[in-house]
Every structure is written in C-alpha cells, then in structure tokens.
C-alpha cells in the first residue's frame, strides 16, 4: 500500500469516526441525569436495611460483595503474581546494591524529605486504619484504607534505609496478612453458607442506631479484611520491586 | 433504535443541572494535565507529571461527588502508580548502563 492511499484510507476512517462520535454526543443523556432504576432504589432503602450510613460501602461490601470479591483476588492474584515472577531462581545470586559508577557518591536522604516523611508516618498510619475500619459510617472503605496504610510502610522506606523497611515489613508476615485478608472475606461468605443462609448473607446483628460504628453487621467486617489485604498486597508489591532495584541479581554462568 | 432517540425516553431522576464553576475547571485541568503528561518525554519527568495528574483526578472525582473514589485515586494514582514506575525506570536504567 503506498503512502497516498494510505493517507485516504486514514481520512475515510477518521471521518467515519468523527460522524459516528458526534451523532453519539447528541444522544448522551443531560449532565446529572442517572437512567437508571437502582440508585434511587439503594438510596432509598439502604441505610434502613443495612444500619450502614456509608452507603458506598453498603454496595460494595453487602449488595454486590460478590463482585468486590471478585476484585479483592484480581489484586491477590497480581501480587502473588509480581512474588512469582520475581522470586530467586536457582543459578541467580543475590548481592547488596552498590553504586555502579565508582566516580560519584550515592546522595544522601535529606534530612528534609526525612523529616516531612517521619511526621507523616503516623497521620498516614491512623488515617489508613481509620478509613478501613469506618466504611459502615463514611465515604471509605477497606480499600482506600488499606492503600493508606502501605503508603506508610513507603512513608518508612522514604525516611529511613531499605533495611529498616525490610525489617518492619517481614515478607513472610505481610505475605500471611495478605492471606488471611482474602481468605476472611470468603470466609464470612462461607459462614453464611453453613448457616443455610446464601452465600455473603449479612448474617451479624446490624446494631440498634444508623451510624454507629458497631452498626452494620459483616460490612464492617468485610472492609476490615479488605483493607489487611489491600495494604499488604501493596506492601508485597513494592517491596518485591524495591529488592529488584536495590538488589541487583545477576545470573551465574 | 437510533441513539439520538434514546434520550428522549429516558426517564431523568433528577432534575438536570449545569456544572459549577468548580467542575468545569477541573475538567479543563485534567484535559490540561493529561495532555501535559503524553508531551513530557522524558520518563522520569513523565511520572512526577503523572503523579500530578493523579492529583487533578482526584479533586474531579471530589467536584463531581464521589469523595470514595478520591480517596482511592489520592493513594494509587498520586503515590503508589508513580512509585512502581519510578523503580521499574530505576532498574531498567541501571540494566542499560
């Protein structure tokens, strides 16, 4: 094909394109219009039927928790997946990161970005544990507070040295508090089953008042595991990537 | 049914607004910064304008109602995103030298 027709193959498919993309613009509906039936029908009966007034986290942890636990183990299946492709093959040896040009000095960490990193540490920490624990009463939810709670850990590594991080961050300890997010999740789900109940069925006590923090039955719960799960896949995922970079392994011939 | 006649029939649950002051700066902002991140090349300086974009996102998501979805865009998009790319750079860097 020479560059001419190309070019009018190119010019006939943008066109065809640019039509249908504007004839596609006049049909989208107003802003702040919602078409559909189940908003308005959650917001009006969820907070009544789950004591949760978070009613995000109502969705995602009690009226669809099967898809979020679909997504909960894309995430595991993605750290899992960033351990096995980087893991210790046999005829790879490990050796202590060293600066590759002998001419220069590494750079220090500034006691600036030290400092800003130790004050936030604890803010960071609190915030995250908050947001995991208080997805029955606010717009949170395990998630958010569980990514939280690994930028922390990266607060730490920022601060400090790698091995500091290595040290409150044992892989063997987040890889376990990875396990027992995901698993708790499916298991609440599972309790539900041997109570002849279906499966995820919001089977705890929902508590006397809307907004409580102990109203809201398994959602709370649920968020809790999610958010040990998100925050140690996290951890697992940039602890990986860091040896990578400051480790440098190289293959034995 | 063609989609022009679509719209006609649906039912609106709300009564249709137009967006504030807020969200239309915003929108030009994020349009603004994600353009700024395809014209940086250079991919160090590509991820510190990333991570700025990650912020502009989240401030959307605030003006148009969903403080859930700041929050999570706050983490991954602003700190965690550019993290993994810069140790991924770091490590493809240090291989090419």
């Known amino acids: 094909m020479n560059p001419a027709v190309r070019r009018w193959v190119f010019v006939a498919g943008a066109a065809g394109l640019a039509a249908f993309y504007l004839w596609g613009l006049t049909g989208l509906p107003g802003f702040g219009s919602y078409p559909g039936p189940y908003g308005d029908i959650i917001n009006r009966v969820a907070v009544a039927q789950t004591n949760a007034t978070g009613v995000v986290s109502a969705v995602n942890f009690a009226y669809r928790a099967f898809d979020t636990l679909g997504e909960e183990f894309i995430l595991f299946a993605a750290a899992v997946g960033v351990s096995v492709v980087l893991r210790h093959l046999r005829g790879e040896r490990q050796r202590p990161a060293r600066d590759e040009s002998m001419d220069r000095n590494v750079a220090p960490t500034s006691d600036a970005i030290r400092m800003v990193s130790l004050i936030l540490v604890g803010p960071t920490l609190v915030m995250g544990w908050y947001l995991a624990t208080h997805a029955q009463t606010s717009p949170s939810g395990g998630f958010q507070g569980g990514v939280m709670l690994a930028t922390a850990f990266i607060l730490i590594y920022l601060a400090g040295e790698f091995l500091v991080f290595e040290r409150i961050s044992p892989l063997a300890a987040i890889d376990a508090a990875e396990a027992v997010g995901a698993g708790g999740f499916a298991a609440i789900g599972v309790s539900a089953v041997a109570m002849g109940l279906p499966y995820l069925t919001n089977f705890l006590p929902l508590g006397s008042r809307p907004g409580a923090v102990s109203s809201s039955g398994t959602i709370a719960l649920i968020s809790f595991f999610v958010g040990i799960e998100v925050a140690a896949a996290f951890v697992v995922i940039v602890s990986e990537l860091l040896e990578q970079t400051l480790l440098s392994r190289q293959e034995s011939r | ?97």
């Open chain 2, 1 to 97: 049914m063609s989609m022009s006649g679509c719209a006609a029939v649906i039912p609106h649950s709300a009564p249709l607004g137009l967006m504030n002051v807020l969200q239309v700066t915003i929108l030009i902002l994020v349009a603004a910064g994600a353009t700024a991140v395809v014209l940086v090349r250079d991919p160090v300086r590509q991820v510190i304008a990333l991570s700025v974009y990650g912020v502009l996102l989240a401030v959307l998501f605030l003006a148009f109602q969903a403080p859930d979805v700041t929050l999570s865009e706050l983490t991954v998009g602003a700190v965690v995103v550019p993290l993994l790319l810069l140790l991924t750079l770091a490590k493809v860097r240090r291989r090419e030298e």
